[in-house]
């Protein structure tokens, strides 16, 4: 009997693993991110959150390439694939230190740049100053500079900096994602 209830036991973890892919998937469909791109769905296996790195559990065997955007169900953008392996890829996250990309605040025509910081925070810079930005705006990819597709949430605006000085303004920006409940997520293989 206690080998039966051992594996009762396991296969209720099966099917209660397999219930949170089908709503991640169906929530997928629902914003219907597999008619703009072709997706392959991808496990996070590690998080590496003091270098700003994802793990996932596809390859190069899988058609994984350097430079694939990876988002979540809800079209949220994480970041790109970084040295894939055979069996396994590396996700550098748009926090990372190397990160940077084209974005536009959604709904307006202001364009600007986001850049990594680490430690899972953002800087908007090179938005001209007299343009009107907000705390709360939300940013989407650019097709600008062709790193990312377009449209994509990146961000959403916190305290704006601005200098009589220099030309720009910058704003902290903080990412869509919580680093913490990043299970199942996509990688775009084409747009």
Not at 173 to 190: A, D, N, W, Y
């Amino acid at each position: 009997l206690l080998i039966e209830n051992q594996k009762l036991l396991a296969e209720i973890t099966k099917l209660l693993e397999f219930q949170k892919e089908n709503e991640t998937l169906r929530k997928a469909l629902g914003i219907e991110l597999q008619k703009d791109f072709t997706l392959l769905f991808v496990e996070v296996i590690g998080k590496d959150t003091s270098q700003d790195i994802l793990l996932i559990n596809k390859g190069l065997k899988d058609g994984i390439l350097e430079g694939m955007p990876v988002v979540t169900e809800g079209r949220v953008l994480l970041g790109k694939i970084r040295d894939p392996s055979e069996n396994f890829s590396k996700v550098l996250l748009i926090s990372h230190t190397t990160s940077s990309f084209d974005i536009k605040i959604q709904g307006r025509e202001i364009t600007g740049l986001v850049k990594g910081k680490g430690d899972l925070k953002l800087l908007l810079d090179l938005v001209l100053k007299d343009q009107e930005i907000k705390e709360g705006d939300l940013l989407e990819t650019s097709s600008l500079g062709g790193i990312f597709p377009k449209g994509i949430l990146a961000g959403k605006i916190g305290k704006i900096m601005k200098s009589d000085v220099k030309p720009f303004q910058q704003a902290e920006v903080s990412p869509l994602f919580e680093i913490s409940k990043l299970g199942t997520v996509f990688v775009i293989t084409r747009y």
